[in-house]
């Protein structure tokens, strides 16, 4: 049974930061692409980075230069780290795995003050 659990969400004010984990189990970590999402209130999930199993990354223009995504394919766990911070980064933010099938997690709330 393939699990998601993410981490690291809460509430920080504008300009901060924050580390978000995802740790996964059930599943060969590292012949997957992994990627974070996120869903404000009344908006659609997007996309927010995307790692590859070679590490390859890409960013959605709004948090480039501000997130970095990582692996580490030892401890089955992927990282979002988000600096300068702004409100309208808050949102809930999944882990989603892909290989055939596409997993989720679960979710953890990320709250910008202003």
């Known amino acids: 049974q393939v699990q998601l659990v993410e981490s690291g969400g809460g509430l920080v004010h504008s300009g901060g930061s924050l580390r978000l984990s995802c740790a996964a189990s059930?599943?060969?970590?590292?012949?997957?692409?992994m990627g974070w999402y996120r869903q404000a209130p009344g908006k659609q999930r997007e996309l927010v980075a995307r790692?590859?199993?070679?590490?390859?990354?890409v960013y959605a223009d709004s948090v480039k230069g501000r997130f970095t995504i990582s692996r580490e394919n030892a401890k089955n766990t992927m990282f979002l780290q988000m600096n300068s911070l702004k409100p309208e980064d808050t949102a809930v933010y999944y882990c989603?795995?892909?290989?055939?099938?596409?997993?989720w997690g679960q979710g953890t709330q990320v709250t910008v003050s202003s």
């Open positions: 059930g599943l060969i970590f590292s012949w997957h692409t």
């Open positions: 790692i590859t199993s070679g590490g390859s990354t």
């Open positions: 989603r795995a892909d290989d055939y099938s596409t997993y």
